[in-house]
């Protein structure tokens, strides 16, 4: 089957960094896509990696790893607007985006 | 750019009564559009994709005939929750892709919180 696992909660401190994994399995991969969603709002798009290697957006940073079936998400100096659910997502072979749960990160002061 | 609407925002009906919903693309046209459930604490649902003229596709276990989709114009697509139920309560999100297909990126609308009572 497939499969996207990510950590459930994670929690940092404002200013901080925090990497957010992601691993998949799918049948096929045409690209990763993180997106962010804030407590009863929609998800907003973050980031689309289809290459191995690290892209850079400002203060959040995707990486993947194609061989390794691995992505992360990595923000840096945090702010407590950041505090939100990450979600991972893999376009399979028949370009349909599996999802992975989410992960809650909360920021503390 | 980009923007995607969603009405109503959110609605409040009883059991056994039909709720639509409308998605709009407001400065794009939509290819394919993509509807979603989501529950507290959960991820989102995939429950059709829909491409402009043609019937949508459903995912496996979601109602076609209890979940309506049509999919008129290249910036709206409407979904038909018939006979709602309490266990229809849900938060429904709308997105809408630029290529056919729409892969390449989702647009999100803002999301639909629905009760049933």
């Known amino acids: 089957g497939q499969n996207i696992d990510q950590p459930t909660e994670m929690t940092a401190t404002e200013g901080a960094i925090v990497q957010i994994n992601c691993t998949y399995q799918?049948?096929?991969?045409?690209?990763l896509f993180w997106y962010q969603q804030h407590a009863g709002e929609a998800p907003t798009f973050l980031s689309y990696?289809?290459l191995d290697g690290l892209e850079e957006k400002g203060r959040f940073s995707s990486f993947l790893s194609r061989s390794k079936g691995y992505s992360y998400l990595l923000l840096k100096e945090l702010q407590m607007k950041d505090s939100a659910s990450y979600l991972c997502?893999?376009?399979?072979?028949?370009?349909?985006?599996?999802w992975g749960a989410g992960t809650k990160l909360i920021i503390k002061p | 750019g980009a923007v995607v609407s969603q009405h109503p925002s959110w609605v409040i009906c009883k059991s056994g009564t039909s709720v639509k919903i409308e998605c709009r693309s407001l400065?794009?046209?939509?290819?394919?559009m993509f509807w979603y459930r989501q529950f507290p604490k959960q991820s989102l649902m995939l429950m059709a994709t829909?491409?402009?003229?043609?019937?949508?596709?459903?995912e496996q276990g979601v109602e076609k005939d209890k979940f309506l989709i049509n999919h008129a114009s290249l910036t709206l697509s409407t979904l038909t929750v018939t006979s709602a139920h309490p266990e229809d309560s849900s938060f429904y999100i709308c997105?809408?892709?630029?290529?056919?297909?729409?892969?390449?990126?989702?647009?999100f609308g803002p999301g639909t919180r629905l009760t049933v009572l």
């Open positions: 829909s491409n402009e003229g043609s019937k949508a596709t459903y």
């Open positions: 990696n289809v």
């Open positions: 799918t049948s096929g991969f045409n690209g």
């Open positions: 997105s809408a892709g630029v290529t056919p297909g729409g892969y390449n990126e989702q647009f």
């Open positions: 400065d794009f046209q939509a290819t394919t």
């Open positions: 997502a893999v376009l399979d072979s028949n370009y349909q985006l599996i």
